[in-house]
């Protein structure tokens, strides 16, 4: 007599609920602070948008997310450039459908929304384009570099024009028409001031010390 064997299947969950395991030492809130600012909102959102049904799980793509993101972190941009790729495709596979659909329209006005729909399909694939060749082939940075005949130094920034404008000063008054003020002299009293003349030697008062 043939005996059968019956195997326990796993319970289903329900891909709507993010089952996490919150340790010990760990408080309900603080697990919930650090499940918002880890990607957790948008694998909600991913959920929506994506179309994958009941089936598609909340907690496994939580999890995925996760995985890519250790990806870009160790350096390996493959999955970003498959993406990439694929999403050029699909933008150029657009295009020609518009163009197409464009072609066909016996109105000005529907020949005119079609092909403007078609040549942003296109612009949008010319720059997924040129963003995968930016992976591919990153440009070098390029310090800016000073150069300066003879023993000149050429300086950039605010520094330099600061110093340009306390220096500037100085030679004005040490270099008007080739004299230099002379600040021990004294000065001759104007007229407009009578009370400011200069004092003379029988009205000045006496040194007591001397």
Known sequence: MATS?????????????LEVETPSNVT??????????DGALTAMTLQAYAGGGAELGITELLAAMRKAGDET???DMGRFERVLTSQFLTLDALFNNLAQRSGRQESFKGIEVLMR???????????TAETLALMKNPMPYIRQANIANGPQQVNNGQATHAAKNQTQPNELLEHQHGNTLDFGAQATAGRA????????AKHRPTDSRG
Do not use: C, I, W
Request: charge should be positive.
């Open 73 to 75: 972190v160790a350096g």
């Open 193 to 200: 001031d009578p009370a400011m003349a200069t004092l003379e």
């Open 5 to 17: 064997k019956t195997t326990k299947s796993k319970p289903q969950r329900d891909p709507n609920v």
């Open 117 to 127: 729909l078609a040549l942003k399909a296109q612009a949008q694939a010319r720059a």
């Open 28 to 37: 309900h809130s603080e697990k919930l602070a650090e499940l918002a600012t």
